[in-house]
Nanobody, 115 residues
Framework: QVQLVESGGGLVQAGGSLRLSCAAS????????MGWYRQAPGKQRELVAA???????KYADFEQGRFTISRDTSKNTVFLELNSPKPEDTAVYSC?????????WGKGTLVTVSS
């Protein structure tokens, strides 16, 4: 079972920057895909970005180059950097691991973008 712990959320001004972290209990190189999702109030959860064990990266269309997913394999941690966030990026951001046919989720971290 993979445990995921997110951190780094909080209040950020529009146009600022924020980095989220997701620490995994297992080697992220053994996990098929690690991803960041978000859910805004009243909306469905949506994919923000994902990175495969091989390093392949996928971004959602809405992020328009403002978000960057990266990883530190020595710390089994995946990051999501929000650059120039907008108020509509306010959401709970959750980390996901797709591992051996099962999905695992962290508890999420709230990001609030003020205008």
């Amino acid at each position: 079972q993979v445990q995921l712990v997110e951190s780094g959320g909080g209040l950020v001004q529009a146009g600022g920057s924020l980095r989220l972290s997701c620490a995994a209990s297992e080697s992220i190189l053994s996990i098929n895909t690690m991803g960041w999702y978000r859910q805004a109030p009243g909306k469905q959860r949506e994919l923000v970005a994902a990175i495969s064990a091989g390093g392949g990266i996928k971004y959602a269309d809405f992020e328009q180059g403002r978000f960057t997913i990266s990883r530190d394999t020595s710390k089994n941690t995946v990051f999501l950097e929000l650059n120039s966030p907008k108020p509509e990026d306010t959401a709970v951001y959750s980390c996901n691991a797709d591992h051996l046919g099962r999905e695992y989720w962290g508890k999420g971290t709230l990001v609030t973008v003020s205008s």
